[in-house]
């Protein structure tokens, strides 16, 4: 039998309250009618959210969804309402302009009874009084947290990082400082060639500075792609006149106060106005340290975003689950919207997501997913060149489990659909099909 939540209602003639799913009749103490009964919200929950990227904002939006009476504070250390990170290289590029990257408007928050607390840096958690405490002496107190910190742009430790004129990019205020040099024209040095390092270098390539692209390993993109992918993909951006060294290692950045070259093991010199640096991004740990939760490179989460605190979630860039840490856009959305819902009682599970990838800004088409390169016998990889595009699957046994697809992406919805589906292609193996033909099959 299913039974009617419990509710409590109160008379607004004498104040008498009263707990039952419906009202009573009447008042037993001014015995005025049912009508003058109203229903009392339960006392809401409180539910804390550090940090306010993608994660942070998926969440408040999954427990205000939940769980209408909840009270959701949204702790934010950045000035501006949260916005598009991914997007920050289309903004640099010109392709948006600021006003575009806002993820909701101001009344958005308000129309969600989501508290918004901007330019407040969460300084310390206090896990046994269920309590957190902000740089500007503020404390907050939580039925239940969510952290979703982010991560930090990695900086190698080179001789001169410290330089003015040495950057990275991580948020809008990063992305504007950038813009500032590149308003004269300039010459820059991107150190690192992942997608990150790619879309700043076609950016501000667009602006007009002479970009270089320096990265260690043998190839670009050695994550997304295999070497033959990353030669194609190398001469498409030569062609836009960026200059790229591949196998070259970053010896020191010189100047006296400001950067002024960057010194390759190899001897040679780059000069340089701006060096940004992109060298991948480490989980913000700091907080998670001090509540005592247990992490390994990120905060350690079971499926349901759930940490070693039961009062504590944790979703997004600062979140390790399953020994896997993403990175990405699309994971740290849902990963948040299931540790909003989690923190509100709502049954919910990540069931991880094959990392995939795309170049924006270069106006390259590109998509990566899943495992790029055979690593066990009888992995079996199709290769089509055709045409100057370059697209690859690779399969184990039968299933397809990665793919690249550069030039023409066209196919990247379809493709994810079958490794996400892991979808068993052994009767076309079987008959010898190439990549040319497997990628007909998939258009039908
Ligand atoms: C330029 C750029 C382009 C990208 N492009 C892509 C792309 O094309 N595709 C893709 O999948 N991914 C892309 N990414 C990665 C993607 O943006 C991230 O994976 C995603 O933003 C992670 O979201 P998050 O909410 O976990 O963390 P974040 O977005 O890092 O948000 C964390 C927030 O918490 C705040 N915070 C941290 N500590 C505290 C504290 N102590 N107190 C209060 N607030 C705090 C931070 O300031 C930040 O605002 C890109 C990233 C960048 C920087």
């Not at 947290?145 to 990063?174: C, E, N």
């Not at 991004?281 to 005592?292: D, F, M, T």
């Not at 699309?330 to 299931?338: D, N, R, T």
Request: hydrophobic content about 45%; aromatic content about 6%.
């Amino acid at each position: 039998m299913n039974q009617l939540p419990l509710k409590t209602w109160v008379c607004n003639v004498c104040g008498f309250s009263s707990a039952g799913a419906e009202p009573p009749h009447g008042c037993p103490q001014c015995g005025t009618d049912r009508n003058h009964f109203e229903e009392i919200p339960p006392a809401g929950k409180r539910y804390l959210i550090i940090g306010a990227g993608i994660a942070g904002v998926s969440a408040a939006d999954a427990i205000h969804q939940a769980d209408p009476y909840g009270k959701v504070v949204l702790l934010s250390d950045e000035t501006e309402l949260p916005y598009f990170r991914m997007n920050l290289t289309r903004y640099l590029a010109g392709e948006l302009d600021s006003s575009k990257l806002d993820l909701h408007s101001r009344a958005w928050y308000l129309e969600n009874h989501i508290e918004l607390h901007l330019n407040t840096k969460v300084v310390d958690i206090d896990a046994r009084s269920q309590q957190v405490f902000s740089a500007d002496g503020r404390s907050y107190a939580y039925d239940a947290l969510i952290m979703t910190t982010g991560a930090s742009p990695f900086v190698p430790p080179f001789p001169g990082v410290d330089l003015a004129g040495v950057q990275t990019l991580r948020t809008l205020r990063d992305a504007n400082a950038i813009l500032a040099v590149c308003a004269r024209p300039v010459d820059v040095v991107c150190i690192g060639g992942g997608l990150l390092g790619l879309e700043v270098a076609g950016a501000i390539s667009r602006r007009g500075a002479q970009v270089s692209v320096v990265e260690s390993l043998p190839w670009l993109l050695p994550r997304q792609l295999d070497q033959a992918a990353s030669r194609i993909l190398q001469q498409k951006i030569e062609s836009m006149g960026i200059k790229v060294f591949t196998g070259a290692k970053t010896k020191a950045l010189l100047g006296e106060e400001h950067v002024e070259s960057v010194q390759l093991e190899d001897g040679s010199f780059l000069p340089a106005d701006l060096v940004i640096i992109s060298a991948g991004v480490s989980a913000n740990l700091e907080l998670a340290r001090k509540a005592g939760l247990a992490i390994n490179r990120g905060i350690l989460v079971d499926d349901m975003m759930r940490t070693s605190d039961p009062l504590i979630f944790a979703a997004g860039d600062d979140t390790e689950h399953q020994g896997r840490m993403y990175g990405l856009w699309i994971p740290a959305k849902s990963q948040g919207s299931i540790a909003g819902f989690s923190a509100a009682g709502k049954p919910a599970k990540f069931a991880g997501d094959p990392p995939s990838a795309r170049l924006k800004v270069l106006g390259i088409d590109l998509f990566s997913i899943g495992q790029i390169s055979p690593t066990e016998n009888g992995d079996l990889l199709l290769v089509d060149e055709s045409g100057g595009n370059y697209a690859s699957f690779l399969f184990r046994k039968g299933v397809l489990i990665g793919s690249i697809l550069l030039g023409d992406a066209s196919l990247a919805a379809k493709v994810k659909n079958a490794v996400e589906a892991q979808e068993d292609f052994s009767a076309q193996l079987g008959q010898g099909i190439s990549a040319a033909a497997f990628k007909e099959a998939l258009k039908a």
